[in-house]
């Protein structure tokens, strides 16, 4: 049995009573303030030390919500009352919550400005489907000019604050309605009680995954991408990519690519190699092609990213948004600042689709490159490009 029991004055809390050996569930938490895009990538690389002995990894997660102000979500399917003994020293806070995912035997991605927790094989289906679904609207866009618009707005980032005691079809029912979508196959969300969490910074192929995996599920868009069906994941989730062997042995890369992959599917014309795989199969592939890519993460004292103007840049892209390559960017703790209502009034487009060609650029080359075709001024100040339409 449930028992709830509520307080309507502005100071005080409800609270519902869900079993003696449980915390009680917070009905009506006050909405935090967790650290977004480029604070929230610094707050992971600051070092974070902490101990616990036989604590539940939910309250474990809680806390760490509450001293380093970021969201943490934990996958419905990992024990939240699971007790774990571990002891932290000196590590960056992103490296603490992979250690404390792998004794949940789970792992972490970074969605949004969110870290997200979850089984292995989900988590992979789940890098793979966020690359599928930005793809696909993509191609939306590109295909249907008069759908721009409509994409534009799904690539917004929003912020969604749930309370204890929520059931995802809610949750669900939330995301939708901000981004004006209708769901078909909606009984195949089943009943469910979740624990408070956020998704914070998230646009509207992030928030829709990040639940809907949860059951095993995602979706696809339909009816001019203003609808999704909701279906079953399947059992392998794959992404083609293709990459330019030039300046390459092919012989010797595809040699020791069926040495690491041994069911791997490659597929050579010319110069070109194209894969089929998931996307963690994809990125050690392109580590092994491109392995200058190797990510360097920031362990300065403060966390503080590398200025602009101490940046090179090399990238080689056909016909992929902008909007994409900045969201990329912002990844590496660049931040664009721009009013979109300004830049639609001026015509500019975000979701056009660019080609760019660069070797060991500097930024200011690397920008002028970058917005060429556009009608925009920028200026650099820090790791901070604020975009305006030229006048």
Known sequence: MMLFSFR??????????QAPSESPALLNREIPRYKTERNFRQALTQPFSASWSNVGIRAIIQRI??????????????????????????????????????????RIIIVGSNVFIGPDTAVSKLKTLLELKSDALRELAASQKELNSRVFQLSRNQSFHFQDLETPAKILQNITNTYQIKVKNERLVPHDLWSNFSMVSVNANES????????????????????????????????????????????????????????????????????????????????????????????????????????????????????????KLEQSGIEFEYDRQELAEAKIDLLQLID?????????????????TFKLDYKMQGVKITLTPQK
């Open 208 to 327: 829709l995954s990040l639940i809907l995996i949860q059951f095993d599920l995602t979706y696809e868009w339909v009816e001019q991408a203003t609808s999704i069906q909701l279906e079953t994941v399947p059992e392998r989730v794959l992404i083609q990519k293709t990459y330019s062997l030039r300046g390459k042995s092919i012989d010797s890369i595809t040699s020791r690519l069926k040495e690491q992959f041994p069911d791997l599917e490659l597929t050579i014309n010319g110069k070109l190699l194209s894969v089929q795989a998931a996307m963690d199969v994809q990125d050690q592939i392109d580590l092994l092609l491109n392995p200058q890519r190797a990510a360097r993460p920031v362990r300065s004292g403060v966390g503080n990213t590398v200025p602009l103007n101490r940046r090179k840049f090399t990238l080689r892209v056909k016909k992929v948004p902008v909007l994409a390559i900045m969201q």
């Open 65 to 106: 919500r509450e001293t380093q102000n970021i969201s943490v979500i934990l996958d419905r399917r990992i024990d939240p009352s699971h007790p774990l003994k571990i002891d932290l020293q000196n590590q960056t806070l992103e490296e603490a919550l992979a250690q404390i995912a792998e004794l949940a035997n789970a």
């Open 356 to 372: 760019i060609t660069v070797v060991d650029a500097d930024a200011q080359e690397f920008f002028d490159a970058l917005f060429s």
């Open 8 to 17: 309507n004055t502005a100071n005080q809390r409800g609270y519902a009573y």
